[in-house]
T-cell receptor, first 116, second 112 residues
Framework: DSGVTQTPKHLITATGQRVTLRCSPR?????VYWYQQSLDQGLQFLIQ???????AKGNILERFSAQQFPDLHSELNLSSLELGDSALYFC???????????????FGDGTRLSIL | DAKTTQPNSMESNEEEPVHLPCNHS???????IHWYRQLPSQGPEYVIH???SNVNNRMASLAIAEDRKSSTLILHRATLRDAAVYYC?????????????FGAGTILRVKS
């Protein structure tokens, strides 16, 4: 058990809809990361928040947005969903901002999003 | 991001050691070498990381070549539970933020 909790585990919705994925980091961790894993693209970094502020951004679509709340949990919002957004979405956390290159990340078990 | 190259797949027998190689010929002098693994139906799991010296923890050992252009993850006694995709990732300490760039990794199959 990594200590990172993601809800829901599965989500099925239709094209054009909007969903919110939730992540609770490990106790004491200030950074939260979001990754997308699809069959054709592999694991891709989307975005990092550190203590409520955006820290780093990957190839996150404009239809996607995230935030980190004062209690350090994070939400990833996906809107105007397309078939290609079907994927596993992972959240990870680490204790610091990641500067220094030697901070491990601890991953949750993901949310499987299926777009019909 | 500096690139890593790993074999697509490897096979091992249960209770035997496994050596998973990673080439990173363009590594910079300050890049850390990280290993993660992903078991079926789970999120990635941190395994180990190192900079120059060999590293050991309860999960594995990391052997780093003297010129740092390659490294090897060593599982001392493979179990069926070690069957996973193993990712070798370089982390630049100067980079703002802490993104992990995953490649295709090595699929490790463990035979009983």
């Amino acid at each position: 058990d990594s200590g990172v909790t993601q809800t829901p585990k599965h989500l099925i919705t239709a094209t054009g809809q909007r969903v919110t994925l939730r992540c609770s980091p490990r106790s004491g961790d200030l950074s939260v990361y979001w990754y997308q894993q699809s069959l054709d693209q592999g694991l891709q970094f989307l975005i990092q928040y550190y203590n409520g502020e955006e820290r780093a951004k990957g190839n996150i679509l404009e239809r996607f947005s995230a935030q980190q709340f004062p209690d350090l949990h994070s939400e990833l919002n996906l809107s105007s969903l397309e078939l290609g957004d079907s994927a596993l979405y992972f959240c990870a956390s680490s204790d610091g901002p990641g500067q220094g290159g030697n901070q491990p990340q601890h991953f949750g078990d993901g949310t499987r999003l299926s777009i019909l | 991001d500096a690139k890593t190259t790993q074999p697509n797949s490897m096979e091992s027998n249960e209770e035997e050691p496994v050596h998973l190689p990673c080439n990173h010929s363009t590594i910079s002098g300050t890049d850390y070498i990280h290993w993660y693994r992903q078991l079926p139906s789970q999120g990635p799991e941190y395994v180990i990381h190192g900079l120059t010296s060999n590293v050991n923890n309860r999960m594995a050992s990391l052997a780093i070549a003297e010129d740092r252009k390659s490294s090897t993850l060593i599982l001392h006694r493979a179990t069926l539970r070690d069957a996973a995709v193993y990712y070798c990732i370089l982390r630049d300490p100067m980079e703002y933020g802490n993104k992990l760039v995953f490649g295709a990794g090595t699929i490790l199959r463990v035979k009983s």
